[in-house]
T-cell receptor
Framework: DTGVSQDPRHKITKRGQNVTFRCDPI?????LYWYRQTLGQGPEFLTYFQNEAQLEKSRLLSDRFSAERPKGSFSTLEIQRTEQGDSAMYLC???FGTGGQETQYFGPGTRLLVL | GQNIDQPTEMTATEGAIVQINCTYQ??????LFWYQQHAGEAPTFLSY????GLEEKGRFSSFLSRSKGYSYLLLKELQMKDSASYLCAVSPTSGGSYIPTFGRGTSLIVHP
């Protein structure tokens, strides 16, 4: 399967702990996006990479969130000092293109529950 | 910014036709995506409209009117497996941000 993969699929943690998620995009895709989705809502943009460069970050993203894509391939999203409000599905998507019209392909998501 | 509005929930009968509407207000518009998302799964791409008009793809068709800020997704010959959330997403103008903004999704329930 050459689709987008995410690990872990589920994560339960206690408030105050740090968590890290990984996303492996489709291999030839140069763009990678992180979204957060809560029940009954659409995906909410968090951050975006073109190759290894983090080009955009949502204003809603607190300083507790950080993302990296060190070699322009896989990406990690870390949440420090988790809060109950961080409980959500974290989706990764990738795409290839230069004109802003390309289709995003989503991974299966990581479901986070903060107790 | 972007403002996208779509109905929260719709119900339909197996074999019928259903139309899911999406209206948007945006400061810059390049195109509009429709995604399907089954419960607990990732969104999957259905269609992308840039020009006005109807684009047909099997049982699914998508329509766009740029002047009216309006789109719809038409599902024909409904099947039980079509029960899912349908997400409308607006792609901004090229040259700036490439980040599509998603609506809240329309939960479609297909019953026998």
């Amino acid at each position: 399967d050459t689709g987008v993969s995410q690990d872990p699929r589920h994560k339960i943690t206690k408030r105050g702990q740090n968590v890290t998620f990984r996303c492996d995009p489709i291999s030839e895709h140069n763009r990678l996006y992180w979204y957060r989705q809560t029940l009954g809502q659409g995906p909410e943009f968090l951050t975006y990479f073109q190759n290894e460069a983090q080009l955009e970050k949502s204003r809603l993203l607190s300083d507790r969130f950080s993302a990296e894509r060190p070699k322009g391939s896989f990406s990690t999203l870390e949440i420090q000092r988790t809060e109950q409000g961080d409980s959500a599905m974290y989706l990764c998507a990738s795409s290839f293109g230069t004109g802003g019209q390309e289709t995003q392909y989503f991974g299966p998501g990581t479901r986070l529950l903060v107790l | 910014g972007q403002n996208i509005d779509q109905p929260t929930e719709m119900t339909a009968t197996e074999g019928a036709i259903v139309q899911i509407n999406c209206t948007y207000q945006t400061s810059g518009f390049n195109g509009l995506f429709w995604y399907q998302q089954h419960a607990g799964e990732a969104p999957t791409f259905l269609s992308y409209n840039v020009l006005d008009g109807l684009e047909e793809k099997g049982r699914f068709s998508s329509f766009l009117s740029r002047s009216k800020g309006y789109s719809y997704l038409l599902l024909k010959e409904l099947q039980m497996k079509d029960s899912a959330s349908y997400l409308c997403a607006v792609s901004p103008t090229s040259g700036g941000s490439y980040i599509p903004t998603f609506g809240r999704g329309t939960s479609l329930i297909v019953h026998p």
